[in-house]
């Protein structure tokens, strides 16, 4: 058998890439790579990292290409929670604050204010009363400013995320391999022949690393 596309990691962007992928029903999908290790481990390389429980996203931020990806990525949790069942988004909102005269702040402040405005959403001016009055376990530094969104702002299950697309894929007929890659090669067939730490071989028109 020869797939059409091979998604090699498993993680939060191999996952999503067979996700999104599995959305096109003439296309024969594969997703390679192990699942995330029950205890932390330096043995291996591929397990580079954990999964997060709990990931700050935002659309407020000082860079313009941020927000937009940011607000994106968000616009299209809903039909994913709605297809796996599982919650990925906690809309619970993100505040930046400094003291008066920080210029990060400045700038994070101005970028937000003309992104708000332009998509109609709400963002809030943050002041010392502001704080207190919100947050009354903080304590404010003195002439702090900032602001502060709740729509599209938040945290993320990072492992919900990576079940529910891994779920949702396979549902929609991607075959889930719980392997290691250990080789990519170029045939002179037209395909790619990937190999396994097992010793299998996968065949593909193209692949995604």
């Not at 962007?13 to 192990?34: E, F, N, R, V, W």
């Not at 954990?50 to 996203?57: A, L, N, P, S």
């Not at 619970?92 to 005269?101: L, N, S, T």
């Not at 079940?163 to 790619?192: H, M, P, S």
């Amino acid at each position: 058998m020869i797939y059409d596309v091979c998604v090699v990691g498993a993680g939060t962007m191999g996952s999503s890439t067979a996700y999104h992928l599995s959305k096109k029903q003439d296309l024969k999908i594969c997703l390679i790579g192990p699942g995330e290790p029950e205890a932390k481990t330096r043995d291996r390389e591929v397990f580079g990292c954990h999964y997060d429980e709990g990931r700050i996203t935002r659309i407020i931020s000082q860079i313009e290409t941020e927000q937009i990806l940011a607000h994106r990525s968000m616009l299209s949790y809903p039909e994913l929670e709605r297809e796996s069942g599982l919650q990925i988004f906690w809309e619970v909102g993100f505040a930046v604050i400094g003291k008066a005269g920080d210029e990060f702040v400045g700038q994070f402040n101005s970028m937000a204010d003309k992104f708000c405005d332009r998509e109609g959403l709400l963002c809030e001016e943050i002041d010392e009363d502001f704080i207190k009055e919100r947050w009354s376990y903080f304590v404010p530094p003195e002439n702090c400013f900032g602001r502060f969104s709740k729509k599209y702002n938040g945290y993320i299950s990072v492992r919900n995320l990576v079940r529910a697309c891994q779920t949702v894929a396979e549902n929609n007929g991607v075959k889930r391999i719980l392997e290691v890659v250990k080789d990519v090669e170029r045939t002179g067939e037209g395909y790619f022949t990937i190999k396994l730490e097992n010793g299998e071989e996968i065949n593909s028109r193209k692949v995604v690393v």
